[in-house]
């Protein structure tokens, strides 16, 4: 995609450690900030049952970013907010219901006279494929526009950056190669989330999770055997391993959605917001 150029006294000795553990907490719960988790879409690549594309919004004070942007999003963006308030979108991997909204969001913000910055944050090779997906669907506007309100892609990897007023990284999981898949995990304040993008059960996920007030968690099936997708059967199964509080299941297909009253954990709809 072209982008512009502009681009008191002493303590008691008996009583220090409880006293210290005391403080270390009450710091930690005042520096926790309110996170809102807006599900925007929660289905798969097929909107089994009416569902849209992954897309998920991150806000607090000071950050607003999307998990993801699937060619479905921006209509269910919309619906929810004003695109403008959106400052980043991290990806986290390179299939078309998770990034191919991202070219609609870009065009749509340039006429809508959008002047901040947007940064868009994924695998390596982001910016090449978003950029081919947008002339291939507008080659009038794609590659001959200068958007001029400060577009620009950062590769996301296992040291956090900073993005959309948080702290995000990726790690590799296992799901379809080709796609670079990757789980993210975003620190905004004292509150992390982390998001398993599209993965099949590995161990992996346990680095994703790990230390996470918040796990969301793809369940494309129930108990079907997949090579590309975990089943809520499966993370069932594995849930020990997991050093997380919350899950919220997402991305669920008609299996997973055939079962829905079989399911202890929460699950995700369009639309659904979720405070932390």
């Known amino acids: 995609m072209h982008r512009g150029r502009r681009t008191r006294g002493a303590p008691h000795r008996r009583g220090r450690g409880p006293v210290v553990a005391g403080a270390e907490a009450g710091r930690a719960q005042r520096d926790r900030v309110s996170v809102r988790v807006r599900f925007l879409g929660t289905g798969n690549a097929f909107a089994d049952g009416g569902r849209s594309h992954a897309c998920i919004h991150l806000e607090a004070p000071g950050a607003s970013l999307l998990l993801d942007c699937g060619g479905s999003s921006l209509p269910a963006i919309k619906r929810a907010m004003d695109p403008a308030t959106i400052?980043?979108?991290?990806?986290?991997?390179?299939h078309g219901d998770h990034f191919g909204g991202v070219p609609y969001l870009v065009m749509e913000q340039f006429f809508a006279g959008r002047?901040?910055?947007l940064a868009i944050g994924g695998p390596r090779e982001l910016e090449q494929r978003a950029t081919r997906a947008g002339a291939a669907l507008y080659q009038d506007?794609?590659?001959k526009t200068a958007i001029e309100y400060?577009?620009?892609?950062v590769t996301l990897g296992e040291t956090p950056v900073s993005l959309g007023g948080a702290e995000v990284s990726a790690h590799p999981v296992q799901h379809v190669a080709e796609s670079d898949p990757h789980g993210l995990r975003v620190k905004i304040e004292g509150t992390l989330v982390a998001y398993s993008g599209d993965a099949r059960w590995s161990?992996?996920?346990?680095?994703v999770a790990k230390g996470a007030d918040l796990f969301i968690c793809e369940s494309t099936n129930f108990s079907k055997a997949d090579r590309a997708h975990l089943s809520y059967t499966e993370l069932i199964?594995?849930?020990?391993?997991?050093?997380?509080g919350r899950i919220i299941l997402t991305h669920l297909g008609a299996d997973a959605q055939a079962h829905l009253?079989?399911?202890?954990?929460e699950r995700a709809e369009d639309g659904m917001l979720v405070t932390l």
Not at 87 to 94: D, E, K, N, R, T
Not at 203 to 207: F, M, Y
């Open 115 to 117: 002047t901040t910055p």
């Open 237 to 244: 199964a594995n849930r020990a391993k997991l050093d997380c």
């Open 203 to 207: 161990d992996e996920l346990i680095t």
């Open 141 to 143: 506007f794609f590659g």
């Open 150 to 153: 400060g577009l620009s892609f």
């Open 87 to 94: 400052q980043a979108i991290a990806i986290s991997h390179l």
């Open 261 to 265: 009253a079989e399911m202890e954990l």
